[in-house]
Nanobody, 122 residues
Framework: QVQLVESGGGLVQPGGSLRLSCTASALRLDYYVIAWFRQAPGKEREGVSYISNTSNYTYYIESVKGRFTISRDIARNTVYLEMNSLKPDDTAIYYC???????????????WGQGTQVTVSS
């Protein structure tokens, strides 16, 4: 059974950093486009970034460009989201998911993880 598992969330002060990890069982992550989404209370789920399965092309939404970095470690079958200069607006549950499309449309994604909470607060 395919499972995606996120980890690395926590409470951090504004300006701080966190690294989220997405691992999988029964699934080679490098075969797919892997994305990070987030959902804040009372808001819709928002795509943040994805990394493609070919050429490791990466895409970021404007609000995280220059602050977040998505990367892949094939040997560890893990996708990371390095988050720097965190802001209170980044507070959300962060999910990883897989697709075969280069898109941040959540309807195109399947096999979601359970999420990891990121809270940015002083």
């Amino acid at each position: 059974q395919v499972q995606l598992v996120e980890s690395g969330g926590g409470l951090v002060q504004p300006g701080g950093s966190l690294r989220l990890s997405c691992t999988a069982s029964a699934l080679r992550l490098d075969y797919y486009v892997i994305a990070w989404f987030r959902q804040a209370p009372g808001k819709e789920r928002e795509g943040v970034s994805y990394i493609s399965n070919t050429s490791n092309y990466t895409y970021y939404i404007e609000s995280v460009k220059g602050r977040f970095t998505i990367s892949r470690d094939i040997a560890r079958n893990t996708v990371y989201l390095e988050m720097n200069s965190l802001k209170p607006d980044d507070t959300a549950i962060y999910y990883c998911a897989r697709t075969v499309f280069k898109t941040l449309n959540p309807a195109r994604y399947e096999y979601w993880g359970q999420g990891t909470q990121v809270t940015v607060s002083s």
